[in-house]
């Protein structure tokens, strides 16, 4: 080989050398991922790099160490829904979520006793006071993605009360229905649908009787309402299909079932669609 074929070979290894370590102008777009359409009422998880910053209206959401966020869709929301990423490298990614409406029927209670749809002044105080509670259990933010390994139903049964639905009591208009109701025999066991920590605990609400939190991190909790027993204490870590309670018909229930609410912090979404999400 020439000298000047042995030159213009070491040259070329030279430039593919530089090539292969120069970082690569054109930016991936695919790191950043969140599904195009979800329906109202939505618990949203997505993929960003890890140490990203993604800001959601006027909160900093949560990020893991894997890059999992996730954020709540609520029952009147109309979106779009924007998102803003920000990758370590400084680089910006706005995403969009578009926002499938729900229809939402009238369901109508009957029987409830007067006292709880109408309480006097001291019964709405105590009412106040005990809902104030439950709303700052909600405000637990744990770096933990015990939502991540999704969901299973705590007790079988026949679905006697749907997400969302507008509720009269009585025949008198009251607050759209928070949970699922699930139907079943005073007793049975209700078994944690994701893994958490016991974050409240009460035997006796006036509205929903025996009550129990479960935080599963980055703001995800699930609320059981109506308990007849309650088997786990404010702390306790629970693992997915562990047994937390039982059924009851306590608080302003007409018959024995386990109320399922799920919340993003202070949003209400569905443990239906929770249940569904791949």
């Given at each position: 080989?020439?000298?000047?074929?042995?030159?213009?070979?070491?040259?070329?290894?030279?430039?593919?050398?530089?090539?292969?370590?120069?970082?690569?102008?054109?930016?991936?777009?695919?790191?950043?991922?969140?599904?195009?359409?979800?329906?109202?009422?939505?618990?949203?998880?997505?993929?960003?790099?890890?140490?990203?910053?993604?800001?959601?209206?006027?909160?900093?959401?949560?990020?893991?160490?894997?890059?999992?966020?996730?954020?709540?869709?609520?029952?009147?929301?109309?979106?779009?829904?924007?998102?803003?990423?920000?990758?370590?490298?400084?680089?910006?990614?706005?995403?969009?979520?578009?926002?499938?409406?729900?229809?939402?029927?009238?369901?109508?209670?009957?029987?409830?006793?007067?006292?709880?749809?109408?309480?006097?002044?001291?019964?709405?105080?105590?009412?106040?006071?005990?809902?104030?509670?439950?709303?700052?259990?909600?405000?637990?933010?744990?770096?933990?993605?015990?939502?991540?390994?999704?969901?299973?139903?705590?007790?079988?049964?026949?679905?006697?009360?749907?997400?969302?639905?507008?509720?009269?009591?009585?025949?008198?208009p009251g607050s759209p229905h928070s949970g699922m109701d699930i139907a079943a025999p005073t007793g049975t066991p209700v078994r944690a649908p994701a893994a958490g920590i016991v974050t409240f605990a009460a035997p006796d609400l006036y509205?929903?009787?025996?009550?129990?939190?479960?935080?599963?991190?980055?703001?995800?909790?699930?609320?059981?309402?109506?308990?007849?027993?309650?088997?786990a204490k404010v702390g306790d870590r629970i693992e997915q299909g562990q047994v937390i309670g039982a059924v009851g018909a306590t608080g302003r229930a007409t018959g024995p079932h386990l109320h399922w609410g799920m919340n993003w912090l202070?949003?209400?979404?569905?443990?239906?669609?929770?249940?569904?999400?791949?």
């Open positions: 080989m020439t000298l000047l074929r042995r030159s213009q070979l070491a040259l070329a290894l030279i430039v593919l050398s530089l090539l292969l370590a120069a970082p690569l102008v054109a930016q991936d777009t695919s790191d950043v991922r969140f599904p195009a359409q979800v329906q109202q009422g939505s618990l949203v998880v997505g993929k960003v790099p890890a140490g990203s910053r993604v800001r959601f209206r006027d909160r900093d959401l949560r990020v893991s160490g894997y890059g999992t966020v996730v954020l709540g869709i609520g029952r009147d929301e109309t979106g779009p829904v924007q998102l803003d990423v920000t990758r370590p490298d400084g680089s910006r990614h706005p995403a969009s979520i578009a926002i499938t409406p729900r229809d939402w029927p009238v369901e109508r209670v009957n029987g409830v006793p007067p006292a709880t749809v109408n309480p006097p002044p001291a019964i709405a105080e105590r009412i106040r006071r005990e809902q104030a509670q439950v709303t700052e259990a909600r405000q637990r933010d744990d770096d933990r993605v015990d939502f991540g390994n999704g969901f299973i139903r705590p007790v079988e049964g026949r679905i006697s009360g749907r997400f969302g639905r507008a509720r009269s009591y009585n025949g008198q509205l929903t009787g025996g009550t129990l939190l479960l935080d599963h991190g980055h703001g995800v909790s699930s609320n059981f309402l109506h308990l007849s027993r309650i088997d202070d949003v209400r979404v569905d443990p239906q669609l929770a249940l569904e999400r791949p």
